[in-house]
């Protein structure tokens, strides 16, 4: 499986980071840590034979891109072990969207995830993954006692392979 994702401004890393280490540090679950799991928000995943055949269509969305503000807002849960902060979803993070899948749902070798295809899509960054049951409540409570609405930039996009997470291919986008 394969990720296009979206990368934040250093501030706003900083403050997603914060969020994931107070997870892990409470109660010991690493993952996102130990998997050097960057913070981003994932725009597509797609399921392809070979990464490199997605790269050239990931470099093309940077003539169709831009830096954008989004407005994270909330935090939530994927059930049963997933802790994410979510952005309200925009103009821009709808254009970014309709963009990355209209490239690469075009593409004959890749399947798109029913997740990530249009008015299907939650925009989200995972701050917790894997966590267990007693976990998941512990990771609320964080959120519950730390978390207050804030603002960032997209600055660049990026091709991902997963387990473990390795990045691929990153491109700064236009300042706007």
């Given at each position: 499986?394969?990720?296009?994702?979206?990368?934040?401004?250093?501030?706003?890393?900083?403050?997603?980071?914060?969020?994931?280490?107070?997870?892990?540090?409470?109660?010991?679950?690493?993952?996102?840590?130990?998997?050097?799991?960057?913070?981003?928000?994932?725009?597509s995943s797609?399921?392809?034979?070979?990464?490199?055949?997605?790269?050239?269509?990931?470099?093309?969305?940077?003539?169709?891109?831009?830096?954008?503000?989004?407005?994270?807002?909330?935090?939530?849960?994927?059930?049963?072990?997933?802790?994410?902060?979510?952005?309200?979803?925009?103009?821009?993070?709808?254009?970014?969207?309709?963009?990355?899948?209209?490239?690469?749902?075009?593409?004959?070798?890749?399947?798109?995830?029913?997740?990530?295809?249009?008015?299907?899509?939650?925009?989200?960054?995972?701050?917790?993954?894997?966590?267990?049951?007693?976990?998941?409540?512990?990771?609320?409570?964080i959120i519950?006692?730390?978390?207050?609405?804030?603002?960032?930039?997209?600055?660049?996009?990026?091709?991902?392979?997963?387990?473990?997470?390795?990045?691929?291919?990153?491109?700064?986008?236009?300042?706007?």
């Open positions: 499986m394969y990720l296009i994702s979206a990368y934040f401004d250093d501030d706003t890393n900083k403050k997603i980071n914060q969020y994931i280490k107070q997870i892990a540090k409470r109660k010991g679950n690493t993952f996102m840590t130990d998997n050097h799991v960057p913070p981003h928000m994932t725009i797609v399921e392809a034979r070979n990464g490199e055949l997605l790269m050239p269509y990931v470099g093309q969305l940077t003539h169709r891109l831009r830096q954008g503000r989004v407005h994270f807002v909330s935090a939530g849960m994927f059930f049963p072990y997933v802790m994410y902060v979510t952005p309200v979803l925009n103009a821009y993070l709808q254009e970014m969207a309709e963009a990355v899948y209209e490239t690469v749902c075009r593409i004959d070798e890749v399947s798109v995830s029913r997740f990530y295809q249009p008015m299907q899509w939650l925009p989200h960054v995972t701050i917790g993954k894997k966590l267990s049951k007693e976990e998941m409540r512990l990771a609320f409570e519950q006692n730390s978390f207050a609405p804030f603002e960032g930039d997209i600055t660049a996009i990026g091709l991902a392979k997963t387990n473990p997470h390795e990045d691929m291919l990153k491109i700064d986008l236009i300042e706007e």
